[in-house]
């Protein structure tokens, strides 16, 4: 029975430990996530200022701010990592105590709009935003390397060396969308990703 109390007590204080450290990498998630917000919205300011001007130091910015995207959206997945493995430790030793107090949601969702609600993951979403942000980076700095060659030009150079209907229907696409056009185009697809895919998962 002593051998037992003794079980339960070093069970109670790893459950402990668990909860505690889950919190606290909770929090550097999101510390984490301020920290380099803080770099790149200054790399926006700092970009849309030099664009403006026609500065060549606006594509070292644009460079800049993608690196600072990528290396938030490494960062989230790990500290994502870090909160998924105390949560995992924390699931294990509830068992032994209140079975289902994290892992069982009371709450229901509700599809009314507009109290519209759903178990979306919160650091899935954050996760998701420094990818898009990323994107809008990589794809700055793309338009900006490549600012001299057209993209109508190269697939006419495509379509003049072959008769692949496929060349014909880019062509068309392109010469038909704006840029503004196929940025909207991507950013409802990011949407719909970020709806289906940064879902919470059960906890069994």
């Keep these: 029975m002593c051998g037992s109390d003794n079980s339960r007590g070093r069970d109670k204080e790893k459950f402990k430990v668990s909860l505690e450290t889950r919190n606290f990498e909770i929090e550097l998630f999101w510390k984490r996530s301020l920290f380099f917000w803080g770099f790149i919205a200054s790399a926006f300011l700092a970009f849309a200022s030099l664009e403006k001007d026609n500065s060549n130091y606006a594509i070292v910015i644009a460079n800049f701010g993608m690196v600072c995207s990528f290396a938030w959206t490494l960062a989230n997945r790990g500290s994502k990592f870090w909160i998924d ?43 998701a935003l420094s ?74």
């Design 131 to 204: 990818d898009f942000t990323f994107s809008i980076w990589l794809g700055i700095v793309i338009i900006k390397t490549l600012k001299s060659f057209s993209i109508i030009k190269i697939l006419n150079i495509l379509n003049s060396f072959s008769n692949i209907k496929i060349v014909n229907g880019l062509l068309l696409i392109f010469s038909t969308l704006s840029t503004n056009g196929l940025l909207l185009i991507f950013s409802i697809l990011f949407i719909i990703y970020m709806l289906f895919f940064c879902k919470g998962k059960n906890k069994n």
């Design 85 to 127: 493995n105390w949560e995992d430790k924390l699931f294990y030793y509830e068992n032994y105590f209140e079975k289902g107090l994290f892992a069982k949601p009371i709450g229901t969702e509700d599809k009314c709009f507009p109290y519209y609600k759903k178990r979306f993951s919160v650091s899935k979403l954050a996760i």
